[in-house]
């Protein structure tokens, strides 16, 4: 690979007065020795101690990932709790981040920890999104995933969807789902079943929110926040529960 670096192997810079910036793995094949590019920010070079430092605990993260999924496997049981909990990525951005998160979205999952879950999840998608900037289904699939998490957490048994912390979580799905929404009508188009599956799950979430949490403006469309809206049949209907009112919403050609 005649890459300069792999952006799939970042590590924080070590110049403590740098902020934002990272190194990348320079390892073309596997029989080159890997060493560690200057700075994205800053331009400091990397010391040949920290270099190995740093690539030996790579390579010890992913020796335990390694361990936790196939004593899973082995034992047919979840990751052992701590030892799935205790993973740190080198970098939030390392490719290794996102399969630690995705584990520790499982485990969360599994445990009813949804809130959790979806904190996971949208390091997943933040990891995601730094390597490969451009929408995706796969990435609109976690936006989705993460939509459930906190869709089910606002509507979790004897809470109420009134309160100040279901009504975070019935905001933050709403924005997570739209964001899966404009994703999957760019890559899917808005006929396409994925599409139609988010859009009822965000008119569920709507349904559930004051008017004026869910309006965007008279021109933008209420679902995907597209500003395609014709003059002329340009409204859907939501009834709120809370209010038991009927709430005319602006919604775009694509999500009608």
């Not at 995706?136 to 459930?148: H, P």
């Not at 929110?209 to 340009?234: F, M, R, T, Y």
Request: charged share 25%.
């Amino acid at each position: 690979c005649s890459a300069f670096g792999d952006d799939t192997r970042r590590h924080h810079c070590t110049n403590s007065a740098c902020k934002g910036g990272h190194h990348l793995v320079h390892q073309p094949t596997d029989e080159d020795v890997a060493a560690l590019t200057p700075c994205s920010l800053c331009g400091m070079g990397v010391s040949a101690h920290a270099a190995k430092r740093m690539l030996r605990q790579e390579g010890k993260l992913l020796k335990e990932l390694d361990r936790a999924i196939k004593d899973s496997v082995r034992t047919m049981c979840d990751p052992d709790d701590v030892a799935v909990m205790r993973l740190q990525p080198a970098h939030p951005h390392h490719y290794l981040a996102r399969q630690v998160n995705l584990i520790q979205y499982e485990f969360q999952k599994k445990s009813e920890e949804p809130e959790k879950a979806a904190e996971a999840l949208m390091r997943v998608i933040d990891c995601r999104e730094a390597i490969i900037p451009f929408p995706s289904r796969k990435t609109a699939f976690f936006f989705e995933y993460c939509g459930d998490m906190l869709y089910q957490s606002a509507c979790s048994s004897g809470a109420s969807t009134k309160s100040l912390t279901a009504r975070k979580n019935l905001m933050d799905a709403q924005r997570v789902y739209r964001n899966a929404l404009q994703m999957l009508l760019l890559v899917a188009g808005p006929s396409h079943p994925y599409s139609s599956c988010v859009s009822r799950k965000l008119l569920a979430v709507q349904s559930r929110l004051p008017a004026e949490a869910v309006a965007l403006g008279p021109e933008v469309c209420n679902l995907c926040g597209g500003k395609e809206v014709p003059h002329d049949d340009s409204v859907t209907t939501l009834r709120a529960q809370q209010e038991g009112e009927i709430k005319a919403l602006p919604r775009c050609g694509r999500c009608r």
